[in-house]
């Protein structure tokens, strides 16, 4: 009964590669974030998607490119994956307006 | 836009003392301000939160209070437990795309 759930849970690649997080929701919930945590803590959005439209792009490289198939879904792909993309990486869900948000249980980014 | 800023960045207490986060905003139209606790390795966790139209909110050990006009909300943990270690997050929002902007994060340890 898992009501964000990510995968996978960690990630180690080479810098360079191209890797995806995929990340669902069965709250009901019309509105998805992914945030990045970097190693001291900081919490920081990255997207914001409402209904399967971009909301909030926060200055995040090209090189991410989040994907909403359904409002139960968001995932993200990272291309020409760097070294200082490492991080823990949270999915997070909320309904419009309430300004709740649930997080996932994050994915551990590790580039080599 | 939004700024949030949080002290103390550690804080470290005696089990059964009192601990009191505190954080200032910066724009005078956030009205949504949650908190989390974020345990080592896991999720933040949305323990208390408060909408800009009440002053003080209570929930058994928890409470936050927040002043609109000072711009500054604090969180108060009473009777602290070992268990109550870990990493606290304030965060504000506007609702402008339910964009929540957190604070650094304070690191409360509870001896016991």
Known sequence: DTAVSQTPKYLVTQMGN???IKCEQNLGHDTMYWYKQDSKKFLKIMFSYNNKELIINETVPNRFSPKSPDKAHLN???NSLELGDSAVYFCASGSTGT?????????????? | GENVEQHPSTLSVQEGDS????CTYSDSASNYFPWYKQELGKRPQL????RSNVGEKKDQRIAVTLNKTAKHFSLHITETQPEDSAVYFCAASNNAGNMLT???????MVKP
Do not use: M
Request: charged share 15%; no cysteine; net charge positive.
């Open chain 2, 19 to 22: 601990a009191v986060i505190k």
């Open chain 2, 102 to 108: 957190f604070g650094g994060g304070t690191r409360l």
């Open chain 1, 99 to 112: 300004s709740t948000q649930y997080f996932g249980p994050g994915t551990r980014l590790t580039v080599l």
């Open chain 1, 18 to 20: 191209d890797k995806s």
């Open chain 2, 47 to 50: 323990i208390i939160d408060i």
């Open chain 1, 76 to 78: 993200l792909h990272i």
